[in-house]
């Protein structure tokens, strides 16, 4: 079982930088694909990155590529989510989760934080 924790959300001006990170306690979290999602006001959960387990493979949402960066260190059971030039549409609560496939959706991830508040103001 793996136990997830975000941190770095906050107000950020559009055109600024966050670093968003997640601690993950448990002996495991070096084998599981770890994942970026997030939830706007009204809106379904989406995806935004994902991670493999080695971290030799990763994939990025259209609507981030090119800004977002997802990043793991499985030594300090570690992951985290480099944003920059940040919009408007970027602000929503950021989950990260753990799962065993390698997947985009979110049904496939076994494991949640609690949700890291990022707002971006025009």
């Known amino acids: 079982q793996v136990q997830l924790v975000e941190s770095g959300g906050g107000l950020v001006q559009a055109g600024g930088s966050l670093s968003l990170s997640c601690a993950a306690s448990?002996?495991?979290?070096?084998?599981?694909?770890m994942g970026w999602f997030r939830q706007a006001p009204g809106k379904e959960r989406e995806f935004v990155a994902a991670?493999?387990?080695?971290?030799?493979?990763?994939y990025s949402a259209d609507s981030v590529k090119g800004r977002f960066t997802i990043s793991r260190n499985n030594a300090k059971n570690m992951l985290y989510l480099q944003m920059i030039s940040l919009k408007p549409e970027d602000t929503a609560v950021y989950y990260c989760?753990?799962?065993?496939?390698?997947?985009?959706?979110?049904?496939?991830?076994?494991?949640w934080g609690q949700g890291t508040q990022v707002t971006v103001s025009s």
């Open positions: 448990g002996r495991t979290f070096s084998s599981y694909t």
């Open positions: 989760a753990a799962g065993s496939l390698w997947s985009y959706n979110a049904l496939d991830y076994d494991y």
């Open positions: 991670i493999l387990w080695s971290g030799g493979r990763t």
